[in-house]
């Protein structure tokens, strides 16, 4: 059908067609913590060396979208998603059923690859539509639902078979949404994109301070968000409690994502994305200091709103750099590197100097993005740029 291959699906199939394929770019970053213990306990690996095969997946996903966004508006978009998808279900079994570490981490290498592509894709299609700030946060906040419904059932998969559980309802996820994924449009609407919009002797500066910015906040959410169920189980939180407090954290995840689509830029951009990322500094220091369940929970809750909160301006800051989208396709890529740095960089802090340790550097990180934002969010003001993306549209339907 020519309109669906030109980008022209009804507003609800486009919205459920790249809704599916974002929950398999985005899922092993919200079900980390289970993931990390699951290939502890399944695989008997110390907590660094747990978090380094989830930073492989995460880091092979950053790469691949790096090497994919510059490509997507000359290949089928459809055939990516379909094609990261295939691969992400054998990378999915293969874990399951690997014989050792070395081939589970060939595996996790795999999906991160299959993650990156399908990822690259989806930002492609978002890229394209009128309001993409909007559209993103509309599927941030059903990735976030979907979230939870797993953190809430992956318990009782990992309880008798440990990662490999994991892994086997994993696979089963994808090939369940993959007939409604594959439905995203092969090409982006016809007429091409808009013109690039930006400051031409800024602009690059700009965007990298941004992607920059974007990676530490990732390192330093993904840093405390990976090793919260070793730290839950510390305090005391038996397993299936815990993938409860997991799944509620993640929808107060959906009540920060809907907050954004509500304000929009009411108060601006530099307001909501600072005081995000100085709330996300805060609560990391207060991750690592948490001595008792009600604190871990209470910040854990906090968190998740404040990061999904944080989401649509940032990547609204991308995309007043360039109205085609190539930055905020580049933005994507820090979450998955920021995130796949922090479960690496987080078990060898553990090891040394505990979880307060990982806290101290998380906030670290997040101030300095609070730096980085405030330099990029001054320029864009004295562009006239600042208030530019976020907002209603007929693409946001």
């Known amino acids: 059908m020519p309109g669906a291959e030109r980008g022209e699906l009804g507003p609800r199939t486009l919205f459920a067609a790249t809704a599916a394929a974002t929950v398999f770019a985005v899922v092993p970053m919200q079900i980390a913590p289970l993931l990390v213990g699951a290939l502890i306990d399944g695989l008997g690996l110390a907590p660094r060396a747990a978090g380094l095969l989830m930073s492989l997946e995460l880091l092979a996903a950053a790469a691949t979208v790096l090497v994919v966004a510059p490509q997507v508006a000359r290949v089928s978009r459809r055939a990516l998603v379909v094609w990261g998808a295939c691969l992400l279900v054998a990378a999915q079994l293969g874990s399951a059923l690997a014989p050792g570490v070395a081939s589970v981490a060939v595996a996790r290498v795999l999906a991160g690859v299959g993650e990156g592509v399908v990822g690259a894709a989806v930002n492609a299609v978002v890229a394209g539509t009128r309001d993409p700030d909007r559209f993103y946060a509309r ?7 979907t979230g939870a419904l797993l953190l809430a059932a992956l318990p009782f998969a990992i309880e008798p078979f440990a990662h490999r559980g994991a892994y086997l309802l994993l696979a089963a996820l994808v090939l369940a ?19 690039v919009r930006g400051l031409p002797s800024q602009g690059r500066a ?12 990732m390192y330093a959410d993904g840093a405390t968000w990976s090793f919260s169920e070793r730290l839950g189980k510390d305090l005391g939180i038996e397993a299936t409690r ?13 009540l920060g ?7 929009g830029l009411r108060a601006g951009r530099a307001l909501p994305l600072a005081g995000s990322v100085a709330a996300l500094a805060a609560l990391t220091w207060a991750w690592g200091q948490a001595g008792s369940q009600g604190v871990f929970i209470a910040v854990l809750f906090c968190k998740s709103a404040v990061v999904f909160f944080f989401f649509p301006y940032f990547l ?8 085609q989208g190539r930055w905020a396709a580049a933005a994507s890529a820090s979450m998955p590197l920021g995130s796949g740095v922090g479960p690496a960089l987080a078990g060898t802090l553990a090891a040394a100097y505990g979880f307060a340790g990982i806290g101290w550097v998380s906030a670290g990180s997040a101030l300095l993005a609070l730096a980085l934002f405030l330099g990029v969010l001054r320029a864009l003001a004295a562009g006239g740029l600042e208030a530019a993306s976020v907002g209603a549209g007929p693409g946001a339907q």
């Open 139 to 145: 599927l941030a906040a059903t990735s976030v639902a």
């Open 177 to 195: 949404l993959l007939p409604l994924a594959a439905r995203v449009p092969a090409h982006g609407p016809a007429g091409g994109g808009a013109a």
């Open 242 to 254: 815990l993938g409860a407090v997991f799944a509620a954290s993640a929808l107060a995840g959906l």
């Open 257 to 263: 994502s809907l907050a954004a689509m509500a304000l």
């Open 316 to 323: 609204g800051t991308a995309a007043a750099l360039d109205r």
């Open 206 to 217: 700009l965007a990298v301070g941004t992607l920059v910015a974007g990676i530490l906040v």
